[in-house]
């Protein structure tokens, strides 16, 4: 039997957009020394908006503003590629960008063992990403420590599973995403999207810059 | 300035019940003691990193154990409580419904989690709590249950809706897990356990229910 023609689509869609920054290692590895001997008082944040943890430190929000050239080329890096993400899911030109005023709060977390952070997202922000400046250890043992984790927003979808959509193919399917990043992955999404980082087993550190922008 | 009368009221509530099993309180020691035991056998040799957190199977309301027996037996009258509590249903219309059930339990050491998930084709969910280590002085989320938020929150914020009081606030909710206590909420609600950071084992039982109707046609199998 040959059925009618069906159409396809992936409706209230979000868009994720990954990329990864080439022979990023010496990128990385000032962002690295800059930021362990900034791990200080002087630099954490003083009003984070979830209970700290000892185990992840939250440097302030201006971390663009630094004037450091590490700093400066990762801020080109991102940001430019926040643009592309806006360019590629909007209607909004790239002339119509140019005119707009960029804003971001920009900040570094360090995670050791047994840090984490809760599910959140970000209110009065319209895009958000995170850069990979050291992935951390991977442990076999945990193969869920430190995972950049979605969760999926079509909540209570996956209350009723039975055989015919338990295993939607992506992007149908019902259920969080996880990433594990690499160092110079950077991870665009939108900031109404849930995320957490799962608890981090590995010896070392995890170290990451996450950043929320609005256009004005 | 006179202030109009107003009566606010909280729409879109998500039930979440705590009460003591003063029936069950005898019996929880033993049970614990029986599940550690079953929990040390069964990781045998596995890695150190492992022994984190057990999650048995879910047949744990089939076992023949009598004090295990006795004390699943409260915690699902427990939930059949709360389900009087929040439906409409007359009591007479509650003894026409078959419960189905399924339930395990998880031991958590210290450094152990359990990741966020809600539990399908499940209408409430019950956990009871054994044993559970001193709060931590440095992890305020250390031994907690946590309930995301499940409403659709706004991404429009200001001092004002950034402030709401309980009911009417976002974010998530955190029940501390004590021993002799049950909590029962609905099985769609995601829910995790942050990292332990104090000793001592976080032993809790889970059960998924939901109910059959007189007539009604089968539900999927779990």
């Known amino acids: 039997m040959v059925g009618p023609a069906l159409r396809l689509s992936p409706a209230f869609a979000v868009p994720i957009l990954q990329t990864r920054r080439d022979s990023s290692e010496q990128l990385n590895r000032a962002l690295e020394t800059l930021f362990l001997e900034r791990e200080s008082d002087e630099y954490r944040n003083p009003t984070p908006s979830h209970t700290p943890q ?13 004037p ?14 926040i643009a592309q993400a806006v360019i590629q899911t909007t209607t909004v030109t790239p002339e119509e960008l140019s005119r707009l005023k960029f804003q971001n709060h920009t900040w570094f977390h360090i995670t050791r063992y ?90 070392d550190m995890r170290i990451t810059v996450a950043t929320n922008c609005w256009f004005v | 300035m006179s202030l109009p009368s107003l009566s ?49 199977r879910d047949d744990l309301l089939e076992w023949n154990e009598e004090p295990v027996r006795q004390l699943c037996s409260e915690i699902l009258r427990g939930v059949w409580s709360t389900v009087a509590a929040v439906t409409t249903l007359t009591s007479e219309q509650l003894a026409t419904l078959s419960m189905q059930a399924r339930g395990w339990f998880t031991v958590i050491q210290q450094n152990g ?5 809600s539990h399908p084709l499940t209408a409430w969910c019950g956990i009871y709590c054994l044993e559970a280590p001193q709060p931590s002085a440095e992890r305020s989320d250390s031994g907690v249950v946590r309930l995301y938020e499940s409403r659709l929150g706004t991404m429009f914020s200001d001092a004002t809706n950034s402030a709401l009081r ?57």
């Open chain 2, 8 to 56: 606010v009221v909280p729409i879109f509530a998500t039930p979440f019940a705590v009460m003591e099993l003063p029936a069950a309180l005898p019996t929880t020691p033993v049970v614990a003691q029986l599940l550690a035991r079953h929990a040390a056998a069964k990781l045998g040799t596995a890695p150190a990193a492992a022994r984190l957190c057990y999650e048995s």
């Open chain 2, 166 to 222: 309980v009911p009417f606030n976002h974010g998530h909710s955190s029940w501390r897990a004590v021993p002799g206590q049950l909590a029962v909420f609905p099985g769609s609600l995601t829910h995790e356990i942050p990292l332990v950071r104090s000793a001592g084992p976080l032993t809790l039982i889970t059960v998924r229910t939901r109910f059959v109707g007189p007539g009604q046609e089968g539900l999927s199998r779990w």
């Open chain 1, 114 to 203: 047994a840090g984490s952070f809760v599910a959140h997202n970000h209110p009065l922000a319209s895009w958000s990403a995170v850069y990979c400046v050291r992935a951390g250890e991977e442990v076999r043992e945990h193969p869920q420590s430190g995972l950049l984790r979605f969760f999926d927003p079509r909540q209570g979808a996956n209350a009723y599973l039975d055989a015919a959509n338990e295993h939607l193919h992506p992007p149908f399917a019902l259920r969080s995403l996880d990433l594990r990043l690499t160092a110079g992955d950077l991870v665009v999404f939108p900031s109404y999207l849930f995320h957490e980082v799962t608890p981090f087993h590995g010896a």
């Open chain 1, 68 to 81: 450091e050239p590490c700093i400066q080329e990762l801020r080109r890096f991102v940001l430019d590629n």
């Open chain 2, 113 to 117: 989690c359990v990741q966020a998930a």
């Open chain 1, 54 to 66: 000892a185990e992840t430190f939250e440097s302030r929000f201006n971390l663009f503003r630094w």
